[in-house]
């Protein structure tokens, strides 16, 4: 570059330059021929290729197999307050866009990578904003970030109270930090006595313990999925596997289910769920049953049980490495197969996967196997992903990661 620059800079492969200018803004340990000295952990670094080409600026993890997250591709981008904020107003003003008025109180208000912030999540529960820090180098910027987080939401007139930090994400350990939570205390305001708080979403309001939920204490990605849920549901008997707090079970019962029985491994998680339901006045249309799945839906055949006509799967992630994919295809086949087994004849089926490794080709081909061995067949209704506050940036395959179908059993 012709221009003076303050930041140390590292020449990278030319399989690392490819992934770049593709739009990937991760760097690998393996993808870097040089790097300064004593360059600081957490630093922010120009990247080069070989020949001598500017081709972003972004975060060093000395730590990490993902040496560099690029933060920007603009070569006139300093890395100020007035940059971190500008990232911040753009997030939201996407987020007014693309979600409706109402729905802003519960979404996601930052997406990481597909926000322009490798390594960053930030959600929001009414007026709580939980965080979670992946990268070295946004970790030790956090007295800078979050301020300038508030700022940007508060400048539009919402009201947010407090940052929880939800750090205790195993993921950090490769970078070298810590795991903890906790809220993140800002000059001159005090910190909540309570860690749990209630979020209103496509009418069904839901209590939130973000210090103990699963990630940061609720899933926000399929909020327009439970919507389509609710839709089907009404008049039908709905069985909801894997159902965490409630949320699609909930649904269907508040679209006009006859009956629902939510299940899941977890007790203090169907504890939640029925405490949604009682928040909702539908514990007269509920049941619940703390079992695992994978257990409970051979003995419903075994007991010949014809009880559901809508059956929804809502699995964890089986799978977090390509590594696992294959042995996690089982269990999804398996799960897929039991289902349409236990449906009448012209039931409904809702299955997904939230495991960006489980490549939708890959997904798809285990129900068309599982339809198979089961004997019956599938009619799409509807092939969804994410809700848009988790948004899907292209050349980053990471962030496509959720796969929800809609089918009648035929």
């Known amino acids: 570059m012709k221009q003076s620059r303050p930041y140390p800079g590292l020449i990278i492969t030319k399989k690392g330059q490819r992934s770049i200018e593709a739009g990937h803004p991760w760097v690998y340990a393996g993808e870097v021929l040089s790097c300064p000295e004593n360059t600081e952990n957490g630093a922010v670094v120009d990247v080069f290729s070989e020949k001598g080409t500017w081709l972003g600026a972004g975060l060093l993890s000395l730590h990490s197999l993902i040496r560099v997250r690029l933060l920007s591709r603009n070569a006139n981008d300093r890395f100020d307050d007035g940059f971190w904020l500008r990232r911040f107003q753009y997030a939201w003003a996407y987020r007014k866009t693309v979600l409706e008025p109402q729905e802003l109180t519960a979404c996601r208000v930052m997406f990481g990578e597909a926000d322009g912030l490798p390594g960053l999540t930030v959600d929001r529960f009414n007026d709580i904003l939980v965080v979670q820090t992946l990268s070295y180098g946004l970790d030790k910027r956090k007295a800078q970030l979050f301020p300038l987080l508030l700022r940007a939401l508060r400048e539009d007139g919402q009201e947010i109270r407090a940052i929880y930090q939800r750090d205790d994400e195993a993921l950090r350990e490769k970078e070298g930090l810590a795991q903890f939570k906790g809220f993140f205390s800002l000059p001159g305001e005090a910190v909540p006595a309570e860690t749990s708080t209630e979020i209103l979403e496509n009418g069904v309001k839901y209590a939130v313990d973000f210090e103990n939920g699963q990630k940061t204490g609720f899933f926000l990605d399929q909020k327009y999925n439970r919507r389509a849920v609710g839709r089907l549901a009404q008049g039908k008997r709905v069985l909801d596997c894997f159902t965490h707090t409630g949320s699609f079970a909930l649904n269907a019962a508040l679209g006009g289910a006859e009956h629902v029985t939510a299940v899941d491994v977890s007790a203090p998680a169907v504890e939640m769920a029925r405490k949604n339901a009682r928040l909702n006045?539908?514990?007269?249309?509920?049941?619940?049953?703390?079992?695992?799945?994978?257990?409970?839906?051979?003995?419903?055949?075994?007991?010949?049980?014809?009880?559901?006509?809508?059956?929804?799967?809502?699995?964890?992630?089986?799978?977090?490495?390509?590594?696992?994919?294959?042995?996690?295809?089982?269990?999804?086949?398996?799960i897929n197969y039991r289902a349409m087994r236990l449906l009448l004849r012209g039931g409904y089926l809702a299955t997904c996967s939230c495991s960006h490794f489980m490549e939708e080709p890959r997904f798809l081909g285990l129900i068309a196997a599982a339809a198979r061995d089961a004997g019956v067949q599938l009619k799409q209704i509807e092939a969804r992903q994410q809700a848009p506050d988790h948004p899907i940036l292209w050349g980053v395959p990471e962030t496509n990661y959720l796969k929800f179908y809609l089918f009648q059993v035929v």
């Open 281 to 334: 006045a539908l514990e007269t249309k509920m049941d619940f049953l703390c079992a695992d799945v994978f257990d409970l839906l051979p003995r419903l055949l075994e007991e010949k049980r014809r009880d559901w006509d809508f059956i929804i799967l809502d699995p964890p992630a089986f799978t977090k490495s390509r590594r696992t994919a294959a042995q996690a295809a089982k269990g999804y086949k398996e």
